[in-house]
């Protein structure tokens, strides 16, 4: 790394100066590791803490936004909760008197918070509870709203707990066409790392809603992201991105939520298969990013 920048990055002290990575990730909760060379993190990427909306992207007016009504946060597990409403029927929902107890999460015990046994292998999206509701912070049903609460390593290569929530995918959300732009820009440069994510969970070509009848949005990581950003590929991972919505007006912009869905022991390379349904085409996946992350 230039010396101006590792002076600042190993000897500054408490106060935040604007565009450090170091001042960015202590304030994430990371750690950076370098025992390979003196490089260090692109100086035109930043670390974010949620979406980045682009040109030409707009999210729902607040005239179609809404939110449950549940005035104890024990009702939002159950089918009657409206932020459920669009979950497909599933004979293995839990019944509790009578009445389906559907939402995703454990809510009782050490797996608190996790992702239910019978989603790890689902290809569901995920209905939360969000601002917008009557229930409050805490409800059970906030677990991705909530954001990471175990603590990351990006860790330099040379190369490259079941159903705990990690993180969200994060990045500058374009549309179709900036994307295919951007693309093709990688492609004439022959740079190999891709960060472009479908935001495609509820395209659909029927759809009465024009959002969700065209060409998805996409989430670019490149150049602003989160710790995610540098999670590499495997055939055999141990994280699985779900889609997950808060407000039903704003799935066209639905957030990408990693979940474990190996135990996952600490320092352990964090991997996800980036073919598991809503990412890049095949042949982008030779190139990986230039470091890994670690529990």
């Known amino acids: ?67 449950c009504s549940c005035a104890d946060d024990g009702d939002c597990q159950y089918t009657g909760c409206l932020c459920l409403a669009d979950l497909e029927d599933d004979d293995d929902i839990d019944m509790n008197n009578g009445i389906k107890k559907a939402y995703a999460y454990h809510t009782h015990g050490a797996k608190a918070g996790s992702l239910r046994s019978r989603l790890q292998k689902s290809t569901m999206p995920l209905y939360e509870c969000h601002k917008g509701c009557a229930c409050s912070s805490e409800c059970p049903n906030r677990v991705v709203e909530r954001g990471r609460t175990v603590p990351l390593q990006i860790f330099r290569t040379q190369n490259r707990g079941w159903g705990q929530f990690v993180d ?26 891709v960060y472009l994510f479908a935001l495609d969970k509820f395209t659909d070509k029927d759809s009465l809603d024009p959002r969700l009848n065209g060409p998805p949005l996409e989430v670019d990581g ?60 095949q042949d982008e996946l030779e190139g990986n990013v230039e470091g890994r992350l670690v529990t």
Not at 17 to 32: E, F, K, N, S
Not at 176 to 187: I, T, V, Y
Request: glycine share 8%; proline share 4%.
């Open 1 to 67: 790394m230039e010396q101006a920048i590792e002076e600042h990055f190993y000897n500054h002290g408490k106060t935040p100066t604007p565009g450090c990575h170091w001042c960015q990730v202590r304030a994430l909760g990371l750690t950076v590791v370098n025992k390979v060379d003196s490089a260090f993190l692109p100086k035109n990427f930043e670390f974010i803490n949620d979406m980045v909306l682009g040109k030409g992207v707009e999210p729902a007016e607040d005239s179609f936004r809404s939110g």
């Open 168 to 193: 969200r995918y994060l990045g500058e959300i374009i549309t179709a066409e900036e994307a295919d732009r951007r693309r093709a820009n990688s492609a004439v440069s022959q740079q190999k790392d």
């Open 222 to 281: 490149e150049f602003m992201s989160g710790p995610t950003r540098f999670i590499n590929h495997s055939c055999d991972p141990n994280l699985r991105i779900f889609a997950r919505v808060g407000d039903h007006a704003d799935k066209h912009i639905h957030d990408l939520a990693l979940f474990a869905i190996k135990d996952i022991t600490r320092g352990e390379e964090l991997t996800f298969d980036y073919v598991d349904g809503v990412v890049e085409e």
